[in-house]
């Protein structure tokens, strides 16, 4: 079954602790996203990634982390410096520029 | 700056009736523009794209979006609204050869039986 795979779907962050959300693909795209959603917001651009061992910052990098050290995968950090994490993570891919995106189901980050 | 408006945060529609989903767009040079549908805690889904060519562009569910450069708008449109349709529905765009896409903040359809 090929697609994109988040996980976890939900995950709770104490205060000063960081953690890493899953993004895994097996659709052989070369470029991957982070995005955040926050209600009446819409989408922001986190971090992005066009190949392996290389990415961008998005609009709202502050506070995250990513790495991209295999095609399929692309895991966020939400450090201690994000005050204000609580949102809807949603990863995506493509084929690369202009290409529709294909999206996972999401990871909805709360605070304890 | 990029940026692409959905002036209605909510469309009210009965079932059978037309529905249209509204979207303009500021974005320097050539533009790319997608609609994607998201249903309550689910990642989003595509539903059609224009890059370049005939300015009425058909996608998936029997939705189409008609790109008008003049009004710089490319609104989503069905001609008969289901209840499954109910759903939050995102605008989002670029220029060609830009990596980053801007999305709109998000309309919510709901069809009413």
């Known amino acids: 079954d090929g697609g994109i795979t988040q996980s976890p779907k939900y995950l709770f962050r104490k205060e000063g602790q960081n953690v890493t959300l899953s993004c895994e693909q097996n659709?052989?795209?070369?470029?991957m996203y982070w995005y955040r959603q926050d209600p009446g917001q819409g989408l922001r651009l986190i971090y992005y990634?066009?190949?392996?061992?290389?990415?961008q910052k998005g609009d709202i990098a502050e506070g995250y982390s990513v790495s991209r050290e295999k095609k399929e995968s692309f895991p966020l950090t939400v450090t201690s410096a994000q005050k204000n994490p609580t949102a809807f993570y949603l990863c995506?891919?493509?084929?690369?520029?202009?290409?529709?995106?294909?999206f996972g189901s999401g990871t909805q980050l709360s605070v304890l | 700056a990029q940026s692409v408006a959905q002036p209605e945060d909510q469309v009210n529609v009965a079932e059978g009736n037309p529905l249209t989903v509204k979207c303009t767009y500021s974005?320097?040079?050539?533009?790319?523009l997608f609609w994607y549908v998201q249903y309550p805690n689910r990642g989003l889904q595509f539903l059609l794209k224009?890059?370049?060519?005939?300015?009425l562009v058909k996608g998936s569910y029997g939705f189409e979006a008609e790109f008008n450069k003049s009004q710089t708008s490319f609104h989503l449109k069905k001609p008969s609204a289901l209840v499954s349709d109910s759903a939050l529905y995102f605008c989002?765009?670029?220029?060609?050869?830009?990596?980053?896409?801007?999305f709109g903040t998000g309309t919510r359809l709901l069809v009413s039986p």
């Open positions: 995506a891919s493509s084929w690369g520029t202009n290409e529709k995106l294909f």
């Open positions: 659709l052989n795209h070369d470029a």
């Open positions: 990634s066009q190949i392996v061992n290389d990415f």
């Open positions: 974005v320097s040079g050539n533009p790319y």
């Open positions: 224009y890059i370049t060519g005939d300015n």
């Open positions: 989002a765009g670029g220029n060609t050869g830009f990596q980053k896409l801007v």
